[in-house]
């Protein structure tokens, strides 16, 4: 071969290498550009979004990752859950971004079954109430299925409803409730403290105390209640047991247990039972997320 031939070949090589550098370079600049677009994109369409909404309704965001995690296809009553559930995942995340929430999008919902029969257990086993959420919850899923529309305001979770037998008033406080009645959250959390960590220095038998989940059956009249009432009262009843089957799990309190991701209602109101069911379901996602934090802090 001619030096020449040589020189020709090896700038043809050059030009070829240059050729596919230069290539390259466009379409890494093309690509980098289209980046930078649908970024934008992204970003301007979850702006657009937060401004539709206004203040108000943007205090439901965090009811809106439950909303789309539990039931994405759903026809809700609250707007801005169909209008979130309908944006693609990377604008609902950058929603959450611009929004200021740290939550992670929910991509299944067995959650929701795992912690329902876990509470049930629990209940049965620490003396709460036998078989409270017939059938597998079916009437805690009836307060969404079938009662979406309902006021909450129509009910009072704070209603006085048992007497205080174990002795949850105390000084001042008992003045002010003279008929000696307190609420079922009060009641259940004196039950709480005195039969499962033992904080029973007074010595109460458990026989000689209401089982706080059958007595609410009990006072109610369920199932022969209205079934509108029933169902309140199973979210009520299921948020709670969630939050004690938790605490059971670090020894009653929840001093310095840290839990990701978990969501909270923040200012948001539960006007509905459409609302009261995705802030219960919270309770519910919480409890999934602290196994981790729990099995975790066992195999330490």
């Known amino acids: ?59 439901y965001f965090p009811y809106c990752v439950i909303a789309s995690g539990a039931n994405r296809h759903h026809k809700h009553l609250r707007k801005i859950y169909n209008d979130f559930d309908a944006l693609p995942d990377d604008v609902q995340k950058e929603v959450l971004r611009q929004a200021g929430y740290d939550y992670a999008l929910i991509k299944e919902s067995s959650w929701i079954d795992d912690g329902l029969k876990e509470i049930e257990s629990f209940a049965e086993k620490y003396g709460f109430g036998d078989a409270f959420l017939y059938d597998g919850g079916k009437y805690f ?29 105390q000084g001042p406080a008992k003045d002010l409730f003279p008929d000696n009645m307190i609420s079922f959250s009060s009641y259940i959390e004196s039950y709480y403290r005195t039969f499962v960590l033992g904080e029973n220095e007074k010595g109460f038998k458990r026989e000689d105390a209401p089982r706080p989940l059958d007595y609410l059956k009990a006072v109610k009249d369920f199932p022969d209640c209205d079934e509108e009432e029933l169902c309140f009262w199973m979210m009520v009843s299921v948020r709670e047991m969630a939050s004690y089957v938790e605490r059971t799990r670090h020894g009653g309190y929840m001093n310095d247990v840290e839990i990701q991701g978990v969501i909270y209602p923040g200012d948001a109101k539960s006007e509905t039972f459409e609302d009261m069911y995705y802030e219960t379901l919270m309770a519910l996602y919480e409890l999934k997320l602290d196994e981790d934090v729990f099995k975790g802090s066992k195999e330490r």
Do not use: C
Request: aromatic share 12%; no cysteine; proline share 1%.
């Open 1 to 59: 071969m001619t030096a020449y031939e040589i020189v020709t070949l090896i700038i043809s090589i050059l030009s070829l290498i240059a050729s596919g550098i230069i290539s390259f370079a466009v379409f890494y600049m093309g690509k980098k550009t289209d980046d930078k677009r649908y970024r934008m994109d992204v970003e301007y369409r979850a702006r657009e979004f937060i401004i539709d909404h206004g203040d108000r309704e943007s205090l």
């Open 141 to 169: 899923r009836r307060a969404f299925d079938n009662h979406s529309a309902a006021k909450t305001s129509k009910y009072k979770e704070l209603e006085p409803l048992y007497e205080d037998k174990l002795e949850w008033l």
